[in-house]
């Protein structure tokens, strides 16, 4: 529809063409078009590593990827701990910018 046809409108006849509309979504929407994948299928076939831990921070899953990269507990223990100290470098990094900029 143009728009010069929507100026046109009342309130009361754009409610109802957007209401319409919905219906028409709703209609058009079935759940039985969408594929529902095992979470395990879906993760291995990821490219990137993917590791799943609980609230308690206890290793729930890990894919085929990360059993790739990481194929001993040494070898992940040394990612994650070349990753602390990567963040911890960026954090002194930044707050030593930030300390110079509150000097200024």
């Known amino acids: 529809m143009a728009t010069t046809n929507l100026e046109k409108l009342s309130k009361e006849e754009l409610i ?3 209401k319409n509309s919905d ?9 039985s078009d969408f594929n529902v994948y095992n979470f395990s299928d879906l993760m291995d076939s990821a490219s990137d ?5 609980d609230k308690n921070y206890k290793i729930q899953y890990l894919n085929e990827v990360w059993r ?9 223990a ?3 701990l070349a990753l602390f100290l990567s963040a911890l470098i ?3 990094f930044y707050s030593s910018i930030s ?3 509150q000097g200024s």
Not at 68 to 76: L, V
């Open 68 to 76: 790739q990269t990481f194929p001993s507990k040494f070898f992940a």
């Open 16 to 18: 109802q063409i957007i």
């Open 78 to 80: 040394s990612f994650f």
């Open 23 to 31: 219906r028409e979504q709703e209609q058009d929407f079935n759940i």
């Open 99 to 101: 300390k110079e900029k």
């Open 90 to 92: 960026e954090l002194w």
């Open 49 to 53: 590593i993917v590791c799943v831990v």
